[in-house]
């Protein structure tokens, strides 16, 4: 039996010598006992009292050579346990009872339940979360700072009208996700926090996106382009989903992804330096955010076989509920190809329309890479990219 | 009467609704019909008690002591709070009054709590008495706050240590528990006050009933009680407001040195 020796000297009960004895009752191992070495004669009967109080185990007290008493007191069946493994590691599953104390924290037991849900390492947090976490803080850019807005506009009115179109669309798509990851953050359990956190630089890059999209579109006025009942339906059928797995898939890995494509595409025909430089540092914070979906999936389906028909089958009732649109909506396309073309002149459309497609084109490989690359089969590869979204996102 | 139980609490406290509201969920949800009723006294609780209008009352030691001897010692004890057994009461002096002994007490100003309260005042008035301190030689700061309440609400215990922190009296009475608890929080200085004596142990609170409750409602009853577990976050909090760590069956010894304390006309407890 380990006992923990105290030297309390004339400290008295109510003058700090609790201070004393209170942790080494916390760090005793089970059926430990704590020995208070004290010289204050009021210690006699204040500390039974404590551990009465307390629901402590007071074994009594002796007298010992130098005139001062030991007194021996069991930590009681009431008071601190480990409720959470010790260490830094995330738990395979998570407590509810452990709320937002900190991994590794000694959390008193009977606290109450926090509604967290979501509560598994493996449905949450991939193994290079940390990794992307930093990544992503050391990748924080400013919109006033980092985008040389003196050298934008200046351009015919039909192609600056496309501009404002495709940067009205990326911000409407950015909006959403903002308000999607947002949903999960408050469900996630804190031992996870790892994952919040780096959806907190996800919302924070999103933040910024919207910031320079919307900026970047009013250097020529207030009005903005149009927003499409297509664009509107996809958004609300990504924003409704609650599964973290499914909104991972399709907002970050098919939809985010498709936007990599897509910011590519703007970016090689931007028509000044302050779009391209801006759409190409949103394309940097996209790949993170997709390869954190990636990640997230790839680990989620290594432990979970069920898992690919799941998000099979979230992608055919996404599909299903978007059934009637016919593509991509037409003020989007008409920009894409005015914005490749540079302009409005016949030759020159056509071959923005040939780009148009070939982005299409482009989107769906890079699709079909990405859920090979998750550890879709080429056929499921296929199924799924085809039934992604006319909107993109 | 009907099939639940009818539980009567003093409602000292607002704390008291949402106990006994916890406990009523609880109850329930373990397949125990359960209601409560709350009087302003343990006087009118013990009278509801005696008169079958509750069937089961939590009640302090004095109401305890009550029941027992109007049922002729043969009212049901179902049980109490871990923390009741044991029960002392200190005297807590002034350093600077000068008060070594309990003799030096003779000529000094003695703050007790209110004259219903079993640990403030009754008990602690009746050892000092049995270690030979005159009483009639001591003045008596008396805190009559919340008579009734049989000093559930520790408020004359807080003012009898404040009256002996500032100099109104040399010394006073208050029960282990709550000088326990104001040295734990970090509320006594050492330097102006200390325990001097304890009295002997003695037990509180109890639950109360008439010997004609059906073994219907006691066994379910304490069957649900003691099964109420500190790690348990629902119960914890009950657990936490009612002062205890777990619920423990009755006993009865614990009575005695008050029912002699109340015999012995020492001291009075409904003047």
């Not at chain 1, 995330?90 to 008193?108: H, L, Q, W, Y």
Request: contains cysteine.
């Amino acid at each position: 039996m380990a006992v923990v020796a105290i030297d309390g000297g004339e400290l008295t009960v109510g003058g700090g010598l609790l201070a004393l004895v209170r942790p080494a009752l916390r760090l005793l191992e089970e059926d430990g006992i704590v020995a208070v070495l004290s010289s204050s004669a009021s210690v006699v009967d204040d500390l039974p009292s404590w551990c009465r109080a307390e629901g402590h185990e007071y074994l009594g007290s002796e007298e010992t050579a130098g005139g001062a008493r030991r007194y021996l007191i069991g930590r009681g069946r009431f008071s601190l346990r480990a409720a959470q493994e010790a260490g830094e590691a995330m738990p395979e599953r998570a407590d509810p009872i452990t709320g937002f104390a900190p991994r590794g924290a000694d959390v008193e037991p009977g606290g109450p339940a926090y509604p967290f849900d979501l509560l598994e390492r493996d449905h949450l947090a991939p193994p290079e979360i940390r990794k992307l976490y930093e990544q992503a803080v050391a990748a924080q850019w400013n919109a006033s700072r980092d985008i040389p807005w003196d050298k934008a506009g200046g351009h015919a009115p039909a192609l600056e009208a496309a501009v404002v179109q495709i940067m009205t669309f990326l911000a409407e798509n950015e909006l959403s996700a903002l308000y999607l990851p947002s949903k999960f953050i408050s469900r996630i359990h804190p031992a996870y926090a790892e994952v919040s956190m780096f959806l907190a630089t996800q919302l924070a890059d999103e933040a910024r996106h919207i910031e320079v999209f919307l900026r970047r579109a009013r250097l020529s006025g207030p009005r903005l382009g149009v927003s499409s009942v297509t664009t509107s339906r996809s958004l609300l059928s990504l924003l409704e989903l609650s599964d973290f797995s499914e909104a991972a898939f399709l907002l970050s890995v098919l939809g985010e992804g498709t936007f990599l494509d897509l910011l590519g595409y703007v970016e090689r025909h931007a028509p000044d330096e302050a779009t391209a430089e801006l759409v190409h540092r949103a394309r940097t914070d996209e790949s993170r955010h997709v390869h954190f979906g990636l990640a997230h999936v790839r680990a989620a389906l290594a432990c979970d076989s069920t898992l690919y028909a799941r998000l099979e089958q979230a992608v055919r009732h996404r599909a299903a509920t978007l059934h009637g649109v016919a593509g991509v909506p037409a003020p989007v396309q008409d920009a894409l190809i005015v914005l490749a073309a540079r302009g409005t002149e016949p030759g020159a459309v056509a071959r923005g329309h040939a780009a148009f497609r070939e982005l299409l084109d482009t989107m769906h490989a890079s699709r079909v890479k990405r859920l090979l690359h998750a550890g879709f089969t080429p056929e499921q590869a296929d199924t799924i990219s085809q039934l992604h979204t006319a909107n993109f996102m | 009467m009907s099939d639940a139980i009818l539980l009567g609490a003093v409602a000292y406290d607002p704390k008291v609704v949402t106990i006994w509201e916890g406990m009523r969920d609880y109850f329930r949800e373990q397949g125990v019909p359960f209601d409560f009723a709350l009087f302003s006294n343990y006087e009118r609780q013990v009278a509801e008690l005696l008169a079958g209008h509750v069937d089961i009352a939590w009640n302090t030691p004095l109401a305890h002591v009550r029941v027992r001897r109007a049922t002729g010692g043969r009212s049901f004890s179902l049980g109490m709070r871990d923390t009741d057994r044991d029960f002392k009461a200190r005297l807590i002096v002034r350093k600077s009054s000068g008060i070594r002994t309990l003799a030096d007490l003779h000529g000094k100003t003695l703050a007790v709590g209110s004259r219903d309260s079993t640990q403030a005042r009754i008990l602690p008035l009746y050892f000092l008495q049995r270690e030979g301190v005159e009483l009639d030689r001591v003045r008596i700061l008396p805190f009559d706050t919340d008579l009734g309440k049989h000093g559930d609400t520790g408020t004359s215990e807080l003012d009898v240590l404040r009256a002996v922190r500032q100099g109104d009296a040399d010394a006073g009475t208050v029960g282990d528990l709550i000088w326990a608890n104001q040295q734990s929080a970090g509320h006594i200085d050492p330097s102006q006050l200390e325990a001097l004596w304890t009295t002997p142990p003695f037990d509180h609170c109890m639950f109360d009933a008439l010997p004609t409750l059906p073994r219907a409602k006691a066994e379910p009853f304490q069957r649900a009680l003691f099964a109420m577990r500190w790690d348990e976050p629902a119960h914890r909090r009950l657990l936490e407001l009612e002062g205890l760590h777990e619920w423990v069956g009755p006993r009865e010894e614990g009575y005695r040195s008050l029912e002699e304390a109340l015999d012995s006309q020492a001291v009075n407890v409904r003047s």
